[in-house]
């Protein structure tokens, strides 16, 4: 744990239980928005590859691809088009942030009461509940995002969060089964592999981020420790990061590759073999692992900022 966490372990509440759930919910949230907004273009140029975009796999695999990629979509929709669909993120990840962090500090002080019950497994466990927390609640704002994400074609009309989501419903009622009687399902697509995915990834991320700190903490002198602590965080949330991507991003390919599957199959979900299947043919096994290089340059910053932030959110707002 860092060293605020268990310093706030071991006192007495100083808040009570809503005002705790408040402060700690905005400086989650705070973390998240920032983040997010400062990889925004490298998200969309990710999703574009691993969605297999006619326009952009051409940048897959190229020395320059990113560079270039980004270059394109500012020549060809403007510098907005990079971030094309990051309203619909931030509506996303800020309440995912603000209560998959508050959910961890619940959690962890529940798995984790004291130094000695804080096992690699508590702490896998306590980051793959987090994350799975708010999934349910968050995950349509991500579908939608996916969607304006990988929208390419140049019209007069720049694609908005609710053409998306008039486009997602109408996938849902021309398609027969349940989804016709239930369109809002069609929002769900790539659900199930997201929460498969979610388990190693956020409980990774969360397991390496505890570990590391608690190394630093037992080979650093305090005063080191003191004065370079968001130096550490911001390396140790790039190092669990970037462990969590490569070891689940295959599954991350299929989540998203089934979440813009309504482009290509408006009246259908295709399922997680179908989806298997497609991006063999397409790429092979190489396309499983298409923009992991952006990927990996994406969650650098991404989790160093998310929790280096986080705790300096805790350390302002006193909790």
């Given at each position: 744990?860092?060293?605020?966490?268990?310093?706030?372990?071991?006192?007495?509440?100083?808040?009570?239980?809503?005002?705790?759930?408040?402060?700690?919910?905005?400086?989650?949230?705070?973390?998240?928005?920032?983040?997010?907004?400062?990889?925004?273009?490298?998200?969309?140029?990710?999703?574009?590859?691993?969605?297999?975009?006619?326009?952009?796999?051409?940048?897959?695999?190229?020395?320059?691809?990113?560079?270039?990629?980004?270059?394109?979509?500012?020549?060809?929709?403007?510098?907005?088009?990079?971030?094309?669909?990051?309203?619909?993120?931030?509506?996303?990840?800020?309440?995912?942030?603000?209560?998959?962090?508050?959910?961890?500090?619940?959690?962890?002080?529940?798995?984790?009461?004291?130094?000695?019950?804080?096992?690699?497994?508590?702490?896998?466990?306590?980051?793959?509940?987090?994350?799975?927390?708010?999934?349910?609640?968050?995950?349509?704002?991500?579908?939608?995002?996916?969607?304006?994400?990988?929208?390419?074609?140049?019209?007069a009309t720049r694609p908005?969060?609710?053409?998306?989501?008039?486009?997602?419903?109408?996938?849902?009622?021309?398609?027969?089964?349940?989804?016709?009687?239930?369109?809002?399902?069609?929002?769900?697509?790539?659900?199930?592999?997201?929460?498969?995915?979610?388990?190693?990834?956020?409980?990774?991320?969360?397991?390496?981020?505890e570990t590391l700190n608690?190394?630093?903490?037992?080979?650093?002198?305090?005063?080191?420790?003191?004065?370079?602590?968001?130096?550490?965080?911001?390396?140790?949330?790039?190092?669990?990061?970037?462990?969590?991507?490569?070891?689940?991003?295959?599954?991350?390919?299929?989540?998203?590759?089934?979440?813009?599957?309504?482009?290509?199959?408006?009246?259908?979900?295709?399922?997680?073999?179908?989806?298997?299947?497609?991006?063999?043919?397409?790429?092979?096994?190489?396309?499983?692992?298409?923009?992991?290089?952006?990927?990996?340059?994406?969650?650098?910053?991404?989790?160093?900022?998310?929790?280096?932030?986080?705790?300096?959110?805790?350390?302002?707002?006193?909790?």
């Amino acid at each position: 744990m860092s060293r605020d966490s268990s310093v706030a372990r071991n006192e007495k509440p100083r808040y009570s239980q809503t005002e705790f759930i408040v402060r700690s919910a905005l400086a989650g949230g705070f973390a998240g928005g920032l983040a997010k907004t400062a990889v925004a273009p490298l998200d969309r140029v990710k999703i574009l590859l691993q969605t297999h975009n006619a326009e952009f796999i051409r940048f897959a695999g190229t020395r320059d691809g990113l560079l270039c990629a980004l270059q394109y979509i500012a020549q060809t929709q403007g510098v907005r088009g990079l971030y094309q669909g990051h309203t619909l993120t931030l509506a996303r990840a800020i309440p995912h942030a603000a209560v998959g962090y508050t959910v961890y500090e619940k959690v962890s002080k529940w798995l984790m009461p004291t130094p000695e019950s804080q096992t690699s497994f508590r702490r896998l466990t306590a980051g793959a509940i987090t994350g799975m927390s708010a999934m349910p609640l968050t995950y349509p704002f991500e579908l939608i995002r996916v969607r304006l994400a990988v929208e390419t074609n140049q019209t007069a009309t720049r694609p908005t969060p609710w053409s998306a989501v008039r486009g997602i419903m109408a996938e849902g009622r021309s398609s027969g089964g349940i989804t016709g009687l239930v369109p809002f399902l069609h929002f769900y697509r790539g659900f199930t592999v997201s929460l498969l995915g979610t388990v190693p990834y956020r409980g990774g991320i969360f397991l390496v981020w505890e570990t590391l700190n608690a190394q630093a903490r037992a080979v650093l002198p305090p005063a080191t420790l003191q004065a370079n602590q968001t130096r550490i965080h911001l390396a140790v949330g790039a190092i669990a990061g970037t462990v969590a991507q490569i070891f689940t991003y295959p599954l991350e390919v299929i989540r998203r590759t089934q979440q813009a599957s309504g482009k290509g199959t408006p009246n259908r979900m295709i399922g997680f073999q179908e989806t298997v299947r497609s991006v063999w043919m397409a790429a092979g096994w190489r396309g499983f692992f298409t923009g992991l290089g952006i990927g990996l340059v994406k969650q650098v910053p991404t989790h160093s900022l998310s929790l280096a932030s986080w705790q300096l959110a805790k350390k302002a707002l006193n909790i």
